[in-house]
């Protein structure tokens, strides 16, 4: 199998029905296509999925090396061919490699022990946790914590990512320095961004006259050297292992401020939920495998169908920043163009991920969805459970909303005016949580590596490795350095910002 365009050539070839045309010839298809795992419900069946379609993806998984793949990522065996590393992400949830999972274990507990001291007082009278970290090292945790930990109320935490200093000052606003706790998230303990932002947080916290500012910092780092060298003590440094990828990181001690925050049964409840969701991706049949079927549907779309981008929108307000964590851990895996072993691909690779929350995107974005040229396939995701207590017709509203768009988008209407006339036709995915509870959310988290992952294998690219962001910061790095020749262009900005 050489190039992307013969091997998903059959996606190009024979005709494609309607969706409304599928769901007419066969009356199984709401039961072919949907599946419960985990008390999640998956529903594929407004997609153009087939059976004859997912039996030719499978024959491909297989010929990609699905199995061996899948194998070596839970074996603990290279799965980062390009830098010789194993991806063990799995393991922190007890999913791995046993010696991986002993040592994940024996972190969880060193990070467990920090918590019940910090919950103890032995850092003092803490109320709040300014969490500091960029990409995988922040969008995780701040998504746990805004998921999860809007009615717990136990500390107050915010995440700081950016370098403008103006998100610094916002993540601060109501803090009491004396009684805040800094975490520095940061997997190699070298990322600029969040270096100057801990410097800049330590300056607030001495300038305010806190004594041993310096005690109140913990980090989460696979560099714990690195950390030390900064001035963390080592009873406040949680490490983790270096085969754990930034975005995959938040079950590791990235999570802390969840943990934290949340509690440590909350953050095992979800770990507990991944691992479940891990065991199904590793041993449900292709067919029935809800991590599998969404990549071929991702594939379909991509592949089969050109569409450029995949929009995803969380109708739950606890949900609201799943689509910029999806960006980092879609786009950052699946970016790439050329396969495994470095040869360049003919087609297009991992698609766009965009998306917000309904019903808000519904009166902003969804216009194109139901009438643009370009083709997007949907992805809802909801809770049956609305997490809130105000009158019941709030949730009705919100999830009736949400199931319309996905019958709408699929049947269209007819009209003598063009401009009032829906092509319908058109994909969506719903995804159905019981309750965003850490469970759910955890095996969620998880069905969305697997299928990036299942992805990456079909496309017969490396999903671990992000070179790509590589020369962007040394650029800038020449630039503070003053040290680099730019292009007039670039010059000409610097002049104008820098004199
Ligand atoms: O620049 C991209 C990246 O390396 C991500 O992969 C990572 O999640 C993020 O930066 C932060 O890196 P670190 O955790 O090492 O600070």
Not at 153 to 164: H, I, K, P, Q
Request: proline share 4%; net charge negative.
């Amino acid at each position: 199998m050489s190039g992307l365009r013969e091997r998903f050539g059959f996606l190009k070839s024979g005709s494609t029905p309607r969706l409304s045309e599928l769901f007419a010839v066969d009356p199984d298809r709401l039961a072919n296509l949907s599946l419960t795992e985990q008390d999640i419900y998956f529903d594929f069946s407004k997609t153009h999925l087939t059976p004859e379609l997912i039996a030719n993806f499978v024959g491909i998984a297989k010929a990609m090396g699905l199995d061996a793949r899948r194998d070596d990522l839970f074996g603990g065996r290279i799965a980062n061919p390009t830098e010789n590393r194993a991806a063990e992400h799995t393991a922190e949830r007890g999913e791995g490699a046993p010696d991986s999972v002993a040592l994940a274990k024996q972190l969880h507990g060193r990070m467990r022990a920090l918590i019940e001291a910090i919950e103890a007082g032995a850092l003092g009278d803490i109320r709040h946790v300014l969490h500091i970290g960029i990409g995988g090292s922040a969008l995780g945790p701040d998504l746990l914590v805004d998921a999860l930990g809007r009615d717990i109320g136990r500390y107050d935490v915010a995440v700081v990512s950016n370098v403008d200093g103006a998100a610094l000052k916002e993540a601060i606003s109501g803090f009491d320095p004396h009684k805040t706790l800094i975490v520095i998230a940061s997997k190699t303990f070298t990322t600029t961004e969040t270096m100057l932002n801990a410097e800049s947080a330590l300056g607030w916290m001495v300038e305010a006259g806190v004594e041993d500012a310096n005690g109140r910092v913990i980090a989460l780092t696979a560099n714990p050297q690195g950390a030390f060298d900064w001035g963390v003590d080592e009873t406040r440094i949680l490490p983790f292992s270096e085969t754990v990828g930034g975005r995959y990181s938040l079950w590791s001690s990235i999570g802390f401020p969840a943990a934290l925050a949340l509690g440590w049964t909350a953050f095992e409840e979800m770990l507990e939920g991944a691992a479940a969701m891990d065991r199904h991706f590793r041993l449900a049949p292709p067919e029935r495998n809800a991590p599998l079927l969404a990549a071929f549907v991702d594939q379909y779309y991509s592949l089969g169908r050109d569409a450029e981008t995949r929009g995803v929108f969380a109708y739950d307000e606890r949900l609201r920043l799943l689509p910029s964590y999806l960006q980092q851990l879609e786009m950052e895996s699946n970016g790439k163009s050329v396969t495994f072993d470095g040869k360049p691909l003919d087609a297009n690779t991992g698609a766009i991920t965009w998306g917000g929350v309904g019903t808000d995107a519904q009166h902003a974005v969804f216009q194109l969805l139901h009438q643009g040229t370009r083709l997007v396939p949907v992805e809802f995701i909801a809770s049956i459970d609305p997490g809130h207590e105000f009158d019941d017709a709030h949730h009705r509203q919100l999830l009736g909303n949400c199931f319309a768009q996905g019958a709408a988008l699929m049947a269209g209407k007819a009209s003598e005016d063009p401009a009032r006339a829906y092509a319908g036709d058109r994909p969506s995915t719903t995804i159905l949580l019981p309750d965003i509870d850490p469970r759910s959310l955890g095996a969620l988290l998880a069905f969305y590596e697997h299928r990036t992952f299942a992805n990456a294998v079909l496309l017969g690219i490396n999903p671990f490795d992000q070179f790509g962001v590589e020369l962007g910061k040394e650029m800038a790095k020449g630039i503070e350095g003053g040290n680099m020749i730019f292009d007039a262009s670039t010059q000409a900005l610097l002049d104008k910002a820098f004199g």
